[in-house]
Structure formats: C-alpha cells, structure tokens
C-alpha cells in the first residue's frame, strides 16, 4: 500500500504561482511513477503531469507545457508540481497518484493510489 496526502492549494490571481507538494509513504519502493490530475466540477478526471521514480522521464498534457513543472525528491517521498502563469482554466481540484505499474502514464486506471486532493482556484 502507498499513501498519498497533497498540499499547497489555495486561490491565487491569473498569471500567479503555486507549488503542490505530495507526500508518499508505505511500500514506496514499489513505485513506478507518480502523476498529478485534475478534476474540475462536472468535468471528467485529466492528466496533468507525470514523473518516473527513476529516472527522471516527465511528461506533460499540452496545456501545461512550459508552464507547470513535475519534479521528485526520492529520499523525502516527496513530488512537486510548480504551476506558474496560473490560468481561470486551471481551476480544479488536483490529485497526486502513484502506479506501480509499467506502461502509459496518462490515463487514471493506470493508477493504484491516490490521494484526497487539494483545491486550486485561479481568479481572473
């Protein structure tokens, strides 16, 4: 089992920052890769952003390229999204999840564990 608690969420004005922090603990060392999603109200579950536990391989949905940042500390079990020129459209909230499973890394049932999420509301 890996446990999963997000934090860093909070509103912020368009063309601001944010960083999320996702804390992992339990059987890390299974892990695979981590990814960050999004969910906004009546919307379907997104990928946002994905790093491998090693090596550093990242990806990123197009638009958040150039803007967001992906990024783990795998002695703290720590993942990092860096979300800079926040946009309205960003708002949702944002999930960290962990699969210890090989293959793609943009779809949710490729993930095993997720955490509760933490709110980002961008205001224009």
């Known amino acids: 089992q890996v446990q999963l608690v997000e934090s860093g969420g909070g509103l912020v004005q368009a063309g601001g920052s944010l960083r999320l922090s996702c804390a992992a603990s339990g059987q890390t060392s299974r892990a695979y890769a981590m990814g960050w999603f999004r969910q906004a109200p009546g919307k379907e579950r997104e990928f946002v952003a994905a790093?491998?536990?090693?090596?550093?391989?990242?990806g990123y949905r197009d638009s958040v390229t150039g803007r967001f940042t992906i990024s783990r500390d795998n002695a703290k079990k720590m993942v990092y999204l860096q979300m800079n020129s926040l946009q309205p459209e960003d708002t949702a909230l944002y999930f960290c999840?962990?699969?210890?499973?090989?293959?793609?890394?943009?779809?949710?049932?490729?993930?095993?564990?997720w955490g509760q999420g933490t709110q980002v509301t961008v205001s224009s």
């Open positions: 790093i491998m536990w090693s090596p550093f391989n990242t």
């Open positions: 999840a962990c699969t210890t499973k090989f293959g793609s890394l943009r779809t949710t049932d490729r993930y095993q564990y």
